[in-house]
Structures are given as C-alpha cells and as structure tokens.
C-alpha cells in the first residue's frame, strides 16, 4: 500500500490525495515503488492484511466445483484493517477453469444482445461477431509489423443484463437483456461463500484493459439496492488496485490483483473511492492462467457449466492475455419488492469530467460522434 510515510511524501497539504497517488503510480518515467502494494497472494505478509473466514457449509464442493471454483475450505481469503466489508480471495479457481472464464468474456458475453464500447461509433452487424471477425489475426504469432488493431483488441468494455447507461450514470427497467446463466450462477456460490446468500446477478460490467490502459477514480453507486456487494473477478494480467475512503481526500491503500483473484466489496466498503492507476506484468512474468492453460482439473464433474476451451480458441485467449487484464464486475441492481423510480436521479458523486481516464466509460469522442452521427473512430482509452 501506500504507507503513511509514502501517502505523506506524495500529498501536499489541501490536494486530492487520492489523485496524487493515482498519479504517482500510473507515471512511467521515472517509475514508481512498488515495494509497498500489498500482494494477497502472499497472504498475511502486511501487518494490515487478515485472514477472513468464509461460510463453509453454504457452498458444497460439488457446488463450488460445477464452476470451476476449489472447495470453500481451501480458498484464501483476507480482509483489510479499517476495511470492513472488504475482501480479497487469491484464485480459488480450479486449474484450467480460468481459460473458460476468459473464453466467456472474449468469445461469448461480448455478442449480441449485450453492448459494447464499439456500438457507439460502428453498426450492429459490424459488431454481431467480434471474435469471428478478430480470429485470423489472432490465431496466429504477430509478424513483427504493425498491424491494424482486431475488434477484439479494440474491445473496452462489454454490458450484460441491465445495461449502465454511461450519460446518465443509471439503469433502467426498458435497457435490459438476460444475464448470462453461468456467470450468475459462479456469483451466487461466491457471494454465498462471502455471507451473501441469495446474491442476484443483475448486471455486469467488463472491462478489457490493455497494458496502458487505467480505470479512473470513482464510486460504484448507481445500484438501488447498496446492502448487496460488488464482486470483482480478475484474469490476465496484473493490475494494481487503489481503495481510498469516503472522500476523495482520503489517501488510497495499494493492492495487486492477479489472475483469478475475486474482489468483494460490501458494507462499509461498499461506497468506497477505487481505482486502478496501472496494469502491471504478473508475478514471475507469467500468471496462474499461463501456466495452467485449458487443461481442466479432475475435480470438474460432467455436470460442471465449465467446459473444456479448444486448442484454436485457447490459441486467442494465450495470446490476448499476454498483454491484457479482463475485469468482470457483477452487481446486484433492485433489492426485493424494489422498482426503478419514473425519474432516475442523477446525483452521483461520480463523474466522468472528475475521474483520471475514466476506462469504465466510453471514450468522450465515441459519445460526440454516436450524437452526431459518426461512424468512424480509431479512439483509444488510457
């Protein structure tokens, strides 16, 4: 994390704390100390990381392992001093069950009729198949010159069951398609391990970041319903997590998210200021997911809804992650007997003119050239 004498040194009396040190790691020359950010993947290394114990008799293992998740009682899950609510689980994905996640969130969930960053400047039928129109490329090894980008390499975001409407910062009753079944069903089994039983999957945020890209300060709040929490599913590269407080004058605390890791925030951490000032290379060079690639574990069963990723398509998904991070965020939207109001309201601490390079958001340009009727856009988000 940012120590107190680090978050000091940065911040000058009467600024933005947390934009300071967003900044501070996001530099590139000269580059910053990582040698405070705390990695859960070392478990209780910081005296302010503690081990969390999680509702071991509200997921069986038959349960957790349909998709694609290790028994409850050998997940490693730590919470954070002066962080209740907040909860990290370092990979407790079966080897081999990333890849199909992945797949999902390449392949699968970017087709219609979910919505993408690239249906603001492009038709409908330019995006119905993104992966198909991106799979010559990218099954086989660069070539050394530089090529145009694929649609997939262009993809920055994807919205699944009620679409988040990035002008108005709200959801909406008349903006929904299907859920996808299987990502809610691997969020009820987390949430229920974390003392979420019941967890309704509503609606899902994915965020594709390239090795510059950055996801701005800001707070998940637009949910009617704030009593559920906020899970955050991590795979590819590394990226490094800032967690600030209330206010944006709150100094952040820094964080390594790896591949497979699952971030939960709830409760006092549910409303929190966060984001993710850098995407970083993971431990060693190579992540979990590299190493264990699409071969499954045993312990999958045949009625797992994690299914055996083929060789081609592997072929993308390995050589896409080697540069990128695919962050799923699911949230819970209505809470029970609740409606969407007439009127959204629209008083929102976030907002994008506020927040660095805001990722979660489509490209200020793609919004201009969607209202006035553009179609052309080689944008990029940092």
């Not at 649609?151 to 108005?168: A, D, P, Q, S």
């Not at 959801?171 to 987390?190: M, R, V």
């Not at 637009?222 to 206010?247: C, K, M, V």
Request: glycine share 6%; aromatic share 8%.
């Amino acid at each position: 994390m940012a120590s107190p004498k680090m978050a000091a040194s940065i911040v000058e009396s009467g600024e933005d704390a947390f934009r300071k040190i967003f900044k501070y790691y996001k530099r590139r020359d000269p580059p910053p100390d990582f040698s405070a950010i705390i990695d859960f993947s070392r478990g209780a290394h910081n005296e302010r990381v503690v081990p969390v114990k999680l509702n071991l008799a509200n997921v069986t293992d038959e349960e957790a392992a349909r998709v694609g998740l290790q028994p409850v009682r050998d997940w490693r899950a730590f919470g954070l001093q002066g962080y209740p609510g907040f909860l990290v689980i370092s990979n407790p994905f079966l080897s081999g069950s990333q890849s199909f996640w992945v797949r999902q969130c390449l392949k699968t969930y970017p087709q219609k009729p979910n919505i993408c960053n690239l249906d603001m400047h492009m038709s409908p039928s330019d995006t119905q198949d993104i992966w198909g129109k991106s799979l010559q490329s990218l099954s086989h090894p660069p070539s050394g010159r530089k090529e145009p980008k694929t649609l997939l390499e262009k993809l920055r975001w994807v919205t699944l069951g009620y679409h988040y409407n990035w002008e108005t910062k709200t959801y909406s009753a008349n903006h929904h398609t299907a859920f996808p079944a299987d990502l809610h069903l691997l969020s009820l089994k987390i949430s229920a391990a974390c003392g979420f039983p019941g967890f309704q999957a509503e609606a899902g945020i994915l965020n594709y970041y390239r090795s510059d890209s950055s996801l701005g300060i800001h707070v998940d709040e637009s949910e009617l319903d704030h009593s559920r929490p906020l899970l955050s599913l991590s795979f590819g590269q590394s990226a490094i997590f800032l967690l600030g407080g209330t206010q944006r004058q709150d100094p952040p605390v820094a964080m390594y998210m790896h591949s497979g890791d699952v971030m939960v925030m709830s409760g006092h951490s549910r409303l929190l200021y966060h984001a993710v000032p850098r995407i970083v290379p993971p431990p060693g060079g190579q992540s979990m997911l590299d190493k264990e690639g699409c071969s499954l574990s045993p312990s999958l069963h045949n009625n797992t809804v994690v299914e055996q990723v083929s060789e081609p398509d592997w072929t993308v998904c390995s050589r896409y992650i080697q540069s990128s991070r695919v962050n799923v965020t699911v949230r819970q939207v209505l809470g029970p007997g609740q409606c969407f109001p007439d009127s959204p309201s629209l008083s929102k601490r976030t907002n994008v003119e506020e927040t660095d390079s805001y990722h979660d958001t489509p490209d200020r340009e793609d919004m201009k050239r969607k209202r006035s009727g553009s179609t052309h856009s080689d944008s990029e988000q940092t």
